[in-house]
């Protein structure tokens, strides 16, 4: 469970393990977790993070075309859009 332990989550061990991998790592890691622990590895991080934090997070964890669409998705979502991000 190393960064998630369901009190809270251990911040640098979470950033260590997330965002320090290649995409092909991080699914074999959510394979390894969903084996070992029953869980989806996205939602147990998601329910011991919160804000722009957990959104960092999820991202980390995305499929490449899933975070492209959720960015776009966020660009365009309410008034305007925001064409930076775009």
């Keep these: 469970k190393g960064g998630v332990t369901g009190l809270g ?3 640098r061990k979470l950033i ?4 320090t991998r290649t ?3 991080l699914e074999r890691t959510r394979v ?3 084996k ?3 869980k ?3 939602a147990a991080v998601k329910s011991e993070t919160g804000s722009d934090y957990a959104r960092m997070m999820a991202f980390a964890l995305a499929a490449p075309h899933e975070y492209v669409a959720d960015i ?4 365009c979502h309410g008034m305007g859009c925001d064409e930076e991000a775009l």
């Design 9 to 11: 989550c251990d911040n």
């Design 16 to 19: 260590s393990v997330l965002c």
């Design 23 to 25: 995409k092909a790592a």
């Design 32 to 34: 390894a977790y969903r």
């Design 36 to 38: 070992k622990y029953d």
């Design 40 to 42: 989806d590895l996205a």
């Design 72 to 75: 776009i998705h966020a660009a």
